[in-house]
């Protein structure tokens, strides 16, 4: 069971969006959490002046599967590698600096720091790294890395609290044990514990089919616990329900309060449920939930992960978000209206099926 312990995080604008200085009662560190916007205002701060190492965190552009991308530093005074990065990079849109308070570390320390925390992130595999290059594990005496490894510890336990979770592995938080299906019919699917994702042909392909999952979803926390199946809609040509498997476990993905669902066997065929020739990035939710659009913007889905209730009381993901999702054709303005008809047909022979 891991133990208790209490942060001290002091706000010296009054402004919970700013700068956030971040200290525990017996530790010989203390960091800074600050916005990019707010880096001239604040390089002078004594903090930056320390050795230590720091944390940049932002998305990068073009970026296809909408995990975070991080670099890794450190310096005998932190300040001055952060004034070069604000020049040179621009994917980052926040930075956590951590130092000593007694000025206790040295280049050998921050610099297992930066490797430590470098080979953590490439275990968790929940973000993009920026470094280019893989600093080697420096060699410590025994005394300083137990000394040195402390000190990630603490630092390890302030970062999720700021939002940065990229270097803890995922943990699934919620599993199914849902025996093999042979095969699958449609009234066996109930809305209740199926979410239905939208693909396009290529993510369809690689991700639905040949990994067996599926990512970058926004689920909402009462829904988690309830999915046991996931069936894509694949979009234009198609235009309908093909494939359907259980879910073994859900997982979190990446650093945005989005999830992965890993399948407990390949997919399989289903109907297929056609949905009429809605206009690409409209789907409908599923039988009686009422059809759901999702906001395209810059050729990625921007849907908010909501849900809608159903008639029956169950809780279906009208809302999907995903980065598979992709714009490709202009939208049909006569193509909702046919759709929302030919969906309550299929409703209704859902119904009496």
């Not at 859900?250 to 890993?262: A, H, Q, S, T, V």
């Amino acid at each position: 069971m891991a133990e208790p312990y209490t942060i001290r995080i002091y706000v010296p604008a009054g402004d919970p969006e700013g700068v956030k200085i971040v200290d525990r009662f017996n530790w010989t560190g203390v960091g800074v959490a600050f916005p990019r916007i707010l880096w001239p205002e604040i390089a002078a701060r004594s903090e930056f002046t320390r050795a230590g190492v720091y944390i940049l965190t932002g998305t990068e552009e073009g970026s296809a599967d909408d995990l975070p991308t991080i670099y890794v530093g450190q310096g005998d005074g932190v300040g001055e590698r952060i004034k070069a990065h604000y020049a040179e990079k621009v994917f980052w849109e926040w930075g956590y600096a951590f130092v000593s308070s007694n000025s206790s570390l040295n280049r050998a320390h921050i610099t297992w720091l930066e490797y430590a925390l470098l080979e953590r992130a490439r275990n968790a595999g929940r973000c993009h790294l920026n470094n280019a290059n893989a600093p080697r594990e420096p060699g410590l005496t025994e005394a300083e890395k137990a000394d040195t490894e402390g000190f990630l510890g603490e630092l390890l336990r302030i970062l999720p609290l700021l939002g940065v979770r990229v270097f803890e592995k995922p943990v699934p938080i919620a599993s199914s044990s849902t025996p093999r299906a042979a095969a699958v019919s449609v009234s066996q699917i109930d809305e209740r514990d199926t979410i239905i994702v939208p693909a396009q042909e290529d993510g369809f392909r690689d991700v639905f089919l040949g990994e067996n999952c599926w990512y970058a979803i926004r689920i909402s926390g009462g829904m988690l616990t309830r999915i046991k199946h996931i069936a894509a809609y694949q979009t234009a040509p198609v235009s309908a329900i093909t494939h359907y498997a259980p879910v073994r476990a859900i997982e979190p993905y990446g650093d945005e309060g989005k999830y992965r669902l890993i399948f407990s066997e390949p997919a399989k065929p289903l109907g297929p449920i056609p949905f009429a020739n809605a206009p690409t990035g409209c789907m409908q939710g599923p039988p009686r939930a009422g059809p759901s659009c999702s906001s395209m913007r810059a050729g990625r889905s921007s849907t908010g992960g909501r849900s809608t209730s159903t008639r029956d009381g169950g809780t279906s993901s009208a809302y999907l978000e995903s980065t598979r999702l992709r714009s490709s054709r202009p939208p049909n303005p006569g193509a909702a209206a046919r759709g929302g008809r030919d969906s309550a047909r299929t409703a209704r022979r859902l119904s009496a099926s």
